[in-house]
């Protein structure tokens, strides 16, 4: 599967000011991240059950590609599309798929996508709208699989994202460079990254910290990185292996992208979108 775009599309380009509270930041990231450890076990992946077969591995990523350009054609917000995502890595680490169904995989980015379109959006599209491309749904079957994605991840459908962390991250790590630049490029990185389910399992605050790092230095060494993170006041709980291990995944897949071209479609985002979430 092919798709080229260009990543310059990604951001519309607005202007908008970043404002990090001094004062408060360490605090509510600290928040942040306890709540992202009471919730991450539930929906934390087991990729062994993808990444051993290689019929899943291709069926997920095309219907990773569905919930993007799907959710770009509604208009969702960015959260919804990557929220949606880890329902179904979530849905996936849990059930194993008996042989090679690739129409059971599409009906599951379907009912994902509507899953989390209700959990974020204003404006629900109904079950008919979403197009079917090569499989037809009727609406009771997807229904059907809504309720086997709740049940599988236990009706726990709300979700901490990377994307509550970026402006943190980079008001923090960013001295010279522009921040509006920052953000959209570790926006492009964090969507990147889709791609590969074992960095989906990563927590979204390291995900988020490994991203800035790598758009704003592309050949750190644990000791630098580890110079980086000391520089947070969050009490030790960003682990500095899992950083840099994620950093070193995120900087192999991101030259793999740009040396084959295979880009995921991503919904068109406002940078003033990530300042909802702060």
């Known amino acids: 599967m092919e798709n080229t775009f260009s990543y310059s599309s990604l951001l519309r380009e607005e202007e908008h000011t970043l404002i990090i509270s001094e004062e408060n930041g360490d605090e509510y ?11 991450f076990g539930l929906l934390g992946q ?13 069926a997920r990523l095309a219907a990773v590609q569905y919930i993007l350009k799907t959710g770009e054609s509604f208009g969702f917000r ?17 059930r194993f798929l008996d042989g090679e169904k690739q129409w059971a995989v599409k009906l ?7 899953l989390a ?30 309720l086997l994605v709740l049940n599988t991840l236990e009706w726990r459908m709300g979700c901490i994202t990377p994307f509550y962390f970026i402006n943190y991250f980079v008001s923090r790590f960013c001295k010279n460079d522009s921040r509006k630049c920052v953000i959209s490029s570790t926006v ?5 990254a889709l791609r590969d389910i074992k960095l989906m399992s990563v927590r979204p605050s390291v995900l988020a910290a490994a991203a800035t790092l790598l758009v704003l230095n592309k050949s750190l060494t644990m000791e630098a990185l580890e110079v980086e993170i000391n ?10 292996d899992d950083v840099f291990s994620c950093y070193n995944q995120m900087l192999y897949l991101n030259k793999e992208i740009c040396k084959s071209h295979k880009c995921l479609v991503s919904p068109q985002l406002s940078p003033n979108q990530l300042l909802r979430n702060w």
């Open 188 to 192: 492009e990185i964090i969507f990147g």
């Open 29 to 39: 990231i600290q928040m942040l991240i306890d709540r992202e450890i009471a919730s």
């Open 78 to 94: 960015f959260q919804t599309v990557y929220i949606a995502v880890t329902y179904c890595d979530g849905f996936l680490s849990r």
């Open 231 to 240: 520089v947070l006041h969050l009490n030790g709980i960003l682990q500095i």
């Open 117 to 146: 379109a209700k959990m974020e959006e204003c404006k629900v599209p109904t079950l008919t709208e979403y197009p079917s491309e090569e499989y037809i749904f009727e609406s009771r079957v997807t229904q059907r699989m809504e």
């Open 108 to 114: 599951l980015a379907v009912a994902c996508l509507s």
């Open 46 to 58: 087991n990729s062994s059950h993808v990444t051993n077969f290689d019929w899943i591995q291709q």
